[in-house]
């Protein structure tokens, strides 16, 4: 007896070497290769030439440690936005940077420093230079070597560096054109100072976190009466600064008297103190009085016409106090006046400056005393208090508080003392708590105005109208900070930086202004570096022979690192000799067709999108960026904050070593960017659970298209099912170009999701393997199905490119061969004639009966007395006039995998299965007759097989008289 014939060599199953398990771990690095030999970048440049411009400027990142989750976030997203904007027609450019001054890397020299037991004062500053520079080249080459694995496709053998020696000079000549046209200014105001780091702090260097601070509430004598003014405050160690008081025309004010308290209060009986009415409760309360009564109203008009003693006056603090009227008081806490120190607070700052003259008049001297210096001790400036310590160098509570509080109970000034947990500014670097201190610094200001009338304030704010914000929100989030802000701080008392390379006249402490002189700076610069700066002591090399060195003083701040950052764009997008292809940028501000985009986190609102936007209103009059998009912070898998502490960080190094940077750029693309993301160890899983999906479906593709010979569509006689699916191409292909230009990659992940898994894999795939695998090769539906296939995979490799930028290009390989690159393709755009809403109608419809029949079969599965669908014949009863309409000429045994089926008009038996959400069907489940073809399994009737192949059917033993006449294997 002959052995059963084979029928499945002759089967078109599909054949592909992409394989099913990614291992992209391994994968990637082979394709990042690749796409250095071949100068994927650089062919993606020559490809787009003459196209409009689409640049996405790099917002830098320090270069001082291994990449975190967030850097992950930020460079995949960055990417998506590149590669996406290129695929749509730009030329889309994308040149790394990244930050090399500033603290960040200086406190981590120190940092080695200390732990040898040395000072960095007791190095040349030129050498502890280098060492700064030599850290960031470093870490700068780690970098770039973890985004570059991360898919991330860029020119990164050419970023910009802000310790670039040309970098450097043009920083200093931005700040040269605010020195020019009068905007620069060396004042004396409040700052945020760090005593463990000795420098003034920008906001954007501050983050706020749980402190226990010391209160106070104590008594201030009014001159002429037998009353106090009563303040509260939480820094008791500013009374020494105290040169005021401020109080609010809008609040009700009463005299108080003490009527009964124990004898060992602060607060006798019969003192009298004046306070909001709102809060006298509260602090009688607070000082454990036991007693009291309302005397009288306290008019503003009263208020003002007083003047108070210090608190501590006989101990060197023997000047009047003066009453001020201010907005910023309220009734919410304390007592309704602010103790105003103006040389510890903006407010207090401004109040005092506000009201100058008037104080002058009064004979009251309107020096700010510098009460706390560097080290945050108090000067000599704080009489009795000289040498104390407000904050320690370990950024612990000095002996301050405590000195002053007991100043106050000796002098019998104390009314009550507590404690209080509030929100503190901390150092983000040192995560210590900062403090206000007057200090001479360098500003730029927001207010004064340029030769043109507007300010620096009012040209930022019309700039930001300007520019598109995604999301949109981001816009009143900024309009509030640069309506807010005050003069923008731009000097640092650190070494590693940008130095304000100005001299200042000794006499006149006017600003050199000479254009010889900058150019000799500036040529310096470019040849050695800022270190020239501060190779010369006194400065004469760039003075010259006009000046005498001891008549200028030679500024050796330097600059805030926000002012470095925020000048990138002059020496990035503006230099056409280091970035050529940035050359002839015409932005649409200027009427050209080219797009600057800046995207980061939402914190740089107040970070580098800030300065960027002070910087060019400053010395170009609008902003540097056409559009601004933000995304949020990343959170682990609960919504907490990561912490090493806590142990739920997430390294991006180690969910690569994992699973590979796919799984995290599709992270990126399925979460909602612009609020905080989530990721942890189920949400990963979830990921690459949906990565498997879709790349099975890529692989059943690519197996399919082997056996494809590359024919085109029919222009006639196309399948209703092939029409089906063109349809949804043209369909999605608008909504998904339209996503990718709104940067809506949450919208992409969704639709090409569903699209793959539930109309391709779930459905058309599975309906149409019967065709592929066993038609003949001559079947016009297997060449159409395959056709249509191709297009699929098109639009699919394509759309799908910038998000799973190694997968797609696997794919795309594996179908066209290595020489090309998805990458240098265009979006798949699909043909609008192809759009046919009855047809989709109504295939909606068979669908939704198709739900009812694919239900009965598993319900039969289950009790087993069902294996595969082809076993089944099912009759289905159809009482919905549409759904039968629909389904009337439709073959429901090959939509539904079936060996047959049979549609009956009607309700159907009670006990048919039927789902709630179709109405209208109902399917009594039957055996399909006659018997199993041993070929495609499909069960027929054997009398009408063809004689020569007598065990498949009539369709399968067409295909093997071609199969045997083309002896095709």
Known sequence: ???????????????????????????????????????????????????????????????????????ALNKILKDIVTKSQQMAGFDSDYVPGWDCHGLPIEWKIEEQYRAKGLNKDDVPIVEFRRECRAFASHWLDVQREEFKRLGVVGDWDRPYLTMSFAAEAQIAA??????????????SKPVMWSVVEKTALAEAEVEYHDYQSDTIFAAFPVLGQDFSIVIWTTTPWTIPGNRAISYSKRISYGLYRVTAAAETNWAKVGAQYVLADKLAGDLLKAAKVEGFERLRDVGAAELAGYTTAHPLRGNGYDFDVPMLEGDHVTDDAGTGFVHTAPGHGREDFDIWMANGRELAARGIDTA????????????????????????????????????????????????ARGRLKHTYPHSWRSKKPVIFRNTPQWFIAMDKPYDDGTTLRERALKAIRETEWVPASGENRITGMIENRPDWVVSRQRAWGVPIAVFVNKETNEILRDEAVDHRIREAFTQEGADAWFASDDGARFLGSEYDPKDWDKVNDVLDVWFDSGSTHAF??????????????????????????????SDQHRGWFHSSLLESCGTRGRAPFDVVLTHG?????????????IGNTVAPQDVIKQSGADILRLWVAASDYSDDLRIGKEILQTTSDTYRKLRNTIRWMLGALKHH???????????????????????????????????????????????MTVDLSAFYFDVRKDTLYCDPLSSQGRKAALAVIEEVFKAVATWLAPVLSFTAEEAWWDRYGRNG?????????????WLDPALDAKWDKIRKVRRVVTGALEVERAAKRLGSSLEAAPIVHIADADLAAAVAGTDMAEVAITSGATVVAGEGPADAFRLDEVKGVAVVSAKASGVKCARSWKYFDPTTADPAFPDITPRDARAMREWKARHVL
């Open 174 to 187: 931005e700040l040269m054109k605010f020195a020019a046209n009068g905007q620069l200014y060396r004042g």
């Open 1 to 71: 007896m002959s052995e059963p014939f084979d029928y499945s060599k002759t089967l078109l199953l599909p054949e592909t070497a992409f394989p099913m398990r990614a291992g992209l771990p391994e994968k990637e690095p082979e394709i990042l290769k690749s796409w250095a030999a071949t100068g994927l970048y650089d062919r993606l440049r020559r490809e787009a030439r003459g196209r409009a411009k689409f640049v996405l400027h790099d917002g830098p990142p320090y270069a001082n440690g291994h990449l975190h989750i967030g850097h």
């Open 821 to 833: 690159s998805v990458h240098l393709a265009p979006f798949y755009t699909a043909d609008a004639a």
């Open 368 to 415: 700010i005393p510098y009460t706390v210096d560097g080290d945050g001790r108090f000067t000599k400036e704080a009489p009795s208090f000289t040498g104390r310590q407000v904050i320690t160098d370990k950024g612990d509570k000095g002996d301050a508080n405590g000195a002053v509080i007991e100043a106050l109970a000796a002098a019998g000034r104390l009314v």
């Open 572 to 601: 990035t997008l503006e230099d056409p000799q280091a970035f050529p292809n940035f050359a002839g940028l015409k932005r649409k501000v200027d009427g050209g067709a080219d797009t600057v985009m800046y995207l980061e986190g």
């Open 709 to 755: 010979d590359g024919a085109t569509l029919p222009e006639t006689d196309v399948p209703e099912l092939e029409r089906l699916m063109l349809h949804r191409l043209a369909e999605l292909s608008p909504v998904i170009h339209e996503a990718y230009r709104t940067y809506d990659y949450k919208k992409v992940f969704a639709l090409l999701t569903h699209f």
């Open 633 to 645: 912070f990343v959170l682990d898998g609960d919504g907490r904050k990561m912490s090493k502490s």
